[in-house]
């Protein structure tokens, strides 16, 4: 990864951190001004009371430190064929949603469901199937003050987010989650394309790396993608995005962000 750009104005910069971990590196992420990704799993709504997240909450504002949540995600379709899978969605979501009332988080990432080799030719129903859902998320974030971002996961090129998108409205409510590993895994179109039809609905970006055989979540300059490139796209398209480093370890995030720093501000 070249670092011979200009150096970028700062970026709202958000890492990774699992919930659980938050007290643990809450005191690393105050001294470096790093804001938290929180993802809430599963069984971590199932198993932590809603007065343990208002709690951290309030260590987040006390240290001045805003955060977006990546939702769970794991077997979850809000476009399934299934009405009891599309019911468990449901339920996962508006469990987020209600932890997201304490912690009123900037943006708020869920995956979308769709796979084409799943759904083949039948996207059109998984697209209406899911719109139900979807609108009843739209209105509790408006709520919230929150936007939603649906982020790509096995999307070879962007005409289902799009569409979604445009069925959905919500304006700067209701947009994208940019993840430009997962790009490089599954992409059939270039980025320049992908940013022409979904750049202006980002909200956020998940940085991170690998050589387009699996999802390492490597440190930038470490696998294949052009990160000059990029950035430069960000700029044009997304300026004002939440940018995430999802780096899955400590090591790693500090590599990322000695990577990313002439990029970040």
Not at 43 to 60: G, K, N
Not at 104 to 119: A, I
Not at 227 to 247: D, G, H, I, K, Q
Request: hydrophobic share 40%; charged share 25%.
């Amino acid at each position: 990864m070249s670092t011979s750009s200009t150096k970028a104005a700062p970026k709202r910069l958000f890492v990774h951190v699992p919930f659980p971990q938050l007290k643990e590196r809450l005191p690393l992420l105050a001294s470096r001004r790093l804001n938290p990704e929180l993802f809430l799993s599963a069984p971590v709504l199932d198993t932590t009371p809603l007065s343990e997240i208002a709690e951290a909450a309030r260590m987040l504002r006390e240290e001045g430190l805003s955060c977006t949540i990546h939702c769970p995600f794991m077997d979850l379709n809000p476009g399934s064929f299934e009405p009891l899978l599309r019911e468990a969605s449901r339920k996962r979501f508006y469990q987020v949603l209600d932890a997201a009332e304490h912690l009123r988080p900037e943006v708020m990432v869920f995956h979308p469901g769709y796979d084409r080799w799943r759904y083949g030719e039948q996207k059109e129903l998984w697209h209406n199937l899911s719109l139900e859902i979807w609108k009843g998320v739209l209105e509790r974030g408006r709520e919230i003050g929150t936007v939603i971002a649906v982020e790509n996961i096995f999307e070879e090129e962007p005409s289902t987010l799009k569409a979604l998108m445009e069925a959905i409205g919500g304006g700067q409510h209701f947009g994208h989650c940019f993840d430009v590993g997962h790009w490089n895994l599954f992409h059939k179109v270039g980025m320049v394309e992908w940013f022409e039809a979904l750049g202006e609905r980002i909200a956020e970006v998940h940085i991170h790396d690998n050589r387009g055989t699996r999802d390492d979540h490597a440190p930038p300059g470490e696998g294949g993608i052009d990160f000059e490139l990029f950035f430069s796209l960000m700029e044009r398209y997304a300026p004002n995005a939440a940018y995430t480093v999802e780096a899955h370890s400590l090591e790693n995030l500090e590599r990322s962000l000695k990577a990313l720093a002439p990029y970040l501000g």
